[in-house]
């Protein structure tokens, strides 16, 4: 008798994960010339997610300028 579960792990990206993948976008396309900026850029990265957490898509359509609404609609 074969007694091997298969599995599939699924991944899960969570805040923390997305905004150290921007910041690493950020880092290859600028160059962060002290260590503190690091810190600071993965903060605002992580603090717009915060808000688009938080936020209606409404509130978020808004924020879009009008060529882009129509487009969408």
Do not use: G
């Amino acid at each position: 008798m074969n007694d091997l579960i298969n599995t599939t792990q699924t991944i899960e990206r969570n805040k923390l994960d997305i905004a150290l993948e921007l910041t690493q976008l950020h880092l290859n396309r600028y160059e962060a010339n002290h260590p503190d900026q690091l810190s600071e850029i993965y903060a605002k990265y992580y603090a717009l997610l915060e808000v688009l957490d938080v936020s209606s898509s409404d509130q978020l359509m808004d924020l879009l300028p009008d060529e882009l609404k129509q487009i969408l609609d």
